[in-house]
Structures are given as C-alpha cells and as structure tokens.
C-alpha cells in the first residue's frame, strides 16, 4: 500500500488511556505509519512507550510540541507531520476496531476522490449500558452540502471523532477556535464549515469507539453551547446561500435555541461570557447581543412564564397523581420560546 492513510494521535498529559488507543492502532488489519504528536507535557511517558514499540519494529514514531498550542494547534501539528495522502486523528482516550483502517482503504480505492470520510461511533466506557451508536443520517458517496441540511434537519450529525481527512484540505483549512475565549465544538464548526463542496463519504459500520470518562462526560457548558449555536448559524449561511430558505430557516431557529439553552443554562455565566467577548470583538456574539437587545422583553417575558410553568410544574406533580404526574414542563417552555427563535430566523435572513 502507498503512503494513503496515517494515524495520529495527539496527547497531552493524561497516560490513563493512551495504551490502549495506541494498541489498537497497532492492532489495525493493515497497519500504516503512526504518529504520536505530544503538546509540551512535562513527562516522558508518551515517548517511552513509542521507544518501546520502534524497538520491536513497530512503524510508530514520536514529535513533541515546543510549546503547547492548545487542543486544535495541536491537531494542526498532526496535520503537518503526516506525511501520507490522508490522516485521521485518534483521541488519546479512544479505540479504533482492528478493520478501521482496512475499511478506508477498500472505499477510498472505489472513490480516489473522497476528502471526507467517516464510520459511525460506538459510545462506550462510565455510563454506557449499551452499545450506543451514532445517528448517522448520511451514507455512501455524497457531496458536503448534504450535511448542512441534514444537521438543519436533524441536528449535528457527522462525527467528527471517527473522521478521515485529505492532508491538503486540513493543511489549507486548519481548525481554528471560533474565539480566543469560546474554543469548545470548534472541530464541529470546521468540518461544517470546509465540507460544502467536498466529496464526502459515509461508512454506517461502528469502527471507532468513543470513551465516555468523568473528563469528558457533561460537558454542557455555555462556552460549547454558545460555539454550537455558531456552528447552526455558519450551517444556516451555507445553505441560505445555496438558495435553500426552508432548511436555512429551520438551521437558524437551531442556532437561537442553542442560545437560549446557554442563557438558561447559566444566566449569569452566559452574560459575563457575551461581555467578555465583545470586549473581544466576537463578531458573532456581536450579532447575537444586537439582536437580544431589540428583543430584551420578549425574552424577559419569556424567561418569567418559563419560570412560572416551572413552578406550576413542580407543585403539580408533587400534588398529583397517575396523569398529572407525567406533566413536562419542557412542552410549555418550548411553547413560550417558539415565537422566539421564529422571530430570530426571520431576522436573519431578512438581511441583505
């Protein structure tokens, strides 16, 4: 086989998994070169365990970072040090299965063409009680413009873990934080942001296995939530440019859901992260806080039933029984905002 496909792993600090992810790249049905890619941690363990290996033969070398460049610099490093046609980057805390590689190989052969390749995933580790996998909306050869109206449609759906890139096209597109300050979801809002145009292709076999750990369970925070809510709006661009007004309208009130989810979330975090970024010239959040502030009662009127159904809700179902009981608080929520988000979608594509 040619030089086609590299693994990289990139890791920073943490060892507990990181065994187990390099094994089962070495374990993999057609082996290719792997790349460990350490961002400056302060031990030698990583290179150790490549030693290890080089002495048996094994093709897996070790680059370390003069200075850590941050979760996506870093996957920007692997990018740079990959020397085949494609690269994948396998988290330090995941597994492929043995025929990941094998799998890519047969399709890309197929398809010289692909740029974007992808396998659904597996959920597995801390709370998993099955074998979960993704809802991969998206399968065999298609273009990246059908991922924007799938993620309108049924919400972010590539999975950007089990990912298979064309060098050139991460070499051109590095990933980048959407802010210095929000830099949570940022490989959701590359992949979304690069794929329009792109020959994609999606594989429906479960070949990656993503951990679910105490470091990464929960991570619903207003600063991803906030990048999420960008990832709909730059969907919502594409296809409002594409001419496709119904899945952009439907991409726009995800993207105003995503930012009321962050403020009730959070309130008070979600108005200190706003301030801090427009005191950085955040050009989205800019737009976002303009258009909040034409509509500041709308969303205090909103936010005060919210909390009184919330209420209701809770002495209903303490006071109940059988039906009442099952009362969701979440539909009349949803109700409430509905006028919202509309309202928002309305305004954004009203632009010129």
Known sequence: MRNLVSITIPVFERTEFFREALDSALRQSVSCPIIVVDNNSSHSTFKEEVVRHQDRGRNVTYAKQHENTGL????????????????????????????YIEDFVKIQRLHPQIELYA???????KGVKEANQWKFFRQGLFTGNAICEDAAKHGLCWPTNSTVYRTAL??????????PIRHSNADWHQIYSIAPGRICYGNPKPL????????????????????????FFVIAEELRKQGKVEFAHTAYVRSAT??????????????????????????FVEFIHDFWGQRSRTIRSVLNYTDRVRQLALWMRVRSTRYLSRFSPGIFESLAMGDFKRD???YCQQRS
């Not at 396998?119 to 580790?125: A, D, E, I, P």
């Not at 979330?265 to 992260?273: A, E, R, V």
């Open 72 to 99: 996506f610099g870093n996957w920007n490093a692997c990018a740079k040090l990959a020397k085949s046609e494609y690269f994948v980057v396998l988290c330090d805390d995941d597994v492929l299965e043995k025929n």
């Open 119 to 125: 396998t659904k995933l597996r959920w597995f580790g």
């Open 170 to 179: 991460i070499r051109d597109n590095p990933w980048r934080n959407p802010s």
């Open 208 to 231: 990656y296995n993503l951990r679910v750990h105490d470091a990464n369970a929960g991570r619903r925070n207003v600063y991803a939530t906030l990048t999420q809510a960008e990832v």
């Open 258 to 283: 995503c930012v009321l989810n962050c403020f009730l979330l959070n309130p008070t975090g979600f108005s200190q992260l706003v301030q801090r970024c427009l005191a950085d010239g955040d050009p």
């Open 344 to 346: 928002f979608a309305g």
